[in-house]
């Protein structure tokens, strides 16, 4: 079996989501909405201040009016600057660091809640949990592992909510998520230096769940818990290969489960003006040990159906996430915000990190602005800066076998900016 020209689909297999770039840790995206955004989202669970909670926690529709909108727009701007160590291109004979593997990406979020009684509630949300995006230059030194990869999600989240009583309110929901997703590489090398570039698509529809509670403690405290159930996917698609190697282009299938998210919030108002909000959460990422990739055609060189094309091992671990915010109300139109949170990477090591996810441990840094000109409408800004913890590889894709893929080493400085507005609505 000739590996050299089959793809390394970790860029398209776990960056499941729009065409954007990932800011929590992993690919996970956080900014399904954008009011959260200068806490951190610190109190995710628990606030249940507009329709956004339908993502967050289905069960504070409760805490809402009868009627309310809500959407906004998160612009993501990342940077990922390798600095080389000593890699080897292997067959491939790629030079130079890639230029900034970053770029800016935007996640558009949208909801809509409704009162059936004055204890019972349904409402949609649409948005994207996941995603990431890297790109790199052409002939760069890693360009055998990942050149460039683009994915794409569409994640449609019917609720409904029910209020037992005054303190306990219970939610869940349903999540339909739509995929596309699209990853390049340098393949194979003719004996003139020409590169055979290879594209890869795959595409898959399928089903998760949430559920979550809203427990009014008292009336300065909330305690929220929700949970997004895994997702498996089965995908499918074409690996589609030009020049020399084009011979050996084929269809290919592989699944992967998405991790699960467990999330306990708390907010406590100290007084009329200060409230303090805290958040904890797990993922469990452990649901990617590795990745099987399938061919679902046989090619004319002679590769089999159901033949495994490469066992991608990912080794993720699950990780925590911490955050603390606070909120500060001026007057009756105006609150700033502010919020810290830290999030642990799925990365165990260089030798698993990967040139499409060249994750690390990163610290949010968060503010932002609410403004009420009327009693029906709610402005919100926010915008943070994430410190990301310089990220070493070593990842050796060089074998006997395929040669081309080379070892990667050396270190990566990242960070990024999110920016983000959301407009409120009741009725």
């Known amino acids: 079996m000739n590996k050299t020209i089959t793809p390394r689909l970790i860029p398209a297999l776990i960056a499941i989501a729009f065409s954007g770039s990932a800011a929590a840790a992993g690919f996970q995206l956080l900014e399904q909405n954008s009011s959260g955004l200068g806490n951190a989202y610190a109190g995710s669970a628990a606030v249940a201040d507009n329709a956004s909670t339908i993502f967050f926690n289905p069960a504070g529709m409760t805490q809402l009016q009868k009627i309310e ?8 701007g990342t940077s990922f600057k390798f600095s080389d160590q000593g890699s080897s291109a292997g067959a491939f004979n790629g030079t130079g660091n890639g230029g900034d593997g970053g ?43 990942s050149r460039e990869f683009d994915v794409k999600t569409y994640n449609i989240n019917p609720s409904i909510a029910y209020r037992v009583n005054n303190f306990v309110s219970l939610g869940a929901g349903l999540n339909l998520q739509r995929l596309e997703a699209t990853y390049k590489r340098a393949t194979a090398i003719s004996a003139n230096g020409s590169i055979s570039p290879l ?33 498996e996917y089965k995908t499918n698609g074409k690996i589609e290969i030009t020049g020399p190697a084009a011979a050996n282009s084929s269809d290919a299938k592989a699944d992967i489960t998405l991790p699960d998210v467990f999330v306990l919030s708390v907010t406590h108002k100290l007084s009329d003006r200060i409230e303090l909000l805290g958040d904890v959460a797990r993922t ?3 649901s990617i040990p590795k990745v099987d990739v ?42 700033l915000k502010g919020g810290i949170a830290y999030d642990q990477t799925p ?28 009693k029906t409408l709610t402005l919100d800004a926010g915008a943070t800066y994430l410190y990301v913890k310089d990220a070493s590889i070593d990842n050796n894709q060089g074998t006997v076998a395929a040669p081309l893929r080379g070892r990667v080493t050396g270190t990566y400085e990242d960070s990024a900016w999110i920016f983000g507005a959301q407009a409120s609505m009741s009725f």
Not at 69 to 76: C, D, N
Not at 137 to 142: F, N
Not at 203 to 215: E, K, P, Q, T, V
């Open 294 to 335: 399938i061919r679902a055609s046989a090619t004319l060189s002679g590769l089999q159906i159901g033949s495994i094309a490469q066992t991608l091992d990912t080794d993720f671990k699950d990780t925590w996430r911490f955050a603390l915010g606070a909120n500060y109300k001026l007057n009756d139109e105006w609150m």
């Open 347 to 374: 990365v165990k090591g260089a030798s698993t990190r990967l040139v499409s996810l060249p994750d690390n441990d990163r610290t949010w840094f968060s503010v932002g602005a609410q403004w009420k000109p009327s």
């Open 69 to 76: 909108v809500s959407g906004g727009l998160t612009a993501v």
């Open 284 to 286: 469990g990422w452990s």
């Open 199 to 231: 594209k890869l698509t795959l595409d898959d529809d399928s089903w998760g769940w949430n559920i979550g509670a809203l427990f009014n403690l008292s009336p300065k405290t909330k305690l929220g818990i929700s949970y997004r159930s895994e997702v």
């Open 103 to 145: 770029s800016w990406g935007f996640i558009p979020n949208g909801y809509l809640s409704w009162g059936l009684t004055k204890d019972l509630y349904v409402g949609v949300g649409v948005g994207a949990p996941f995603g990431l995006k890297t790109e790199y230059d052409e002939r760069w030194v890693g360009a055998a592992q």
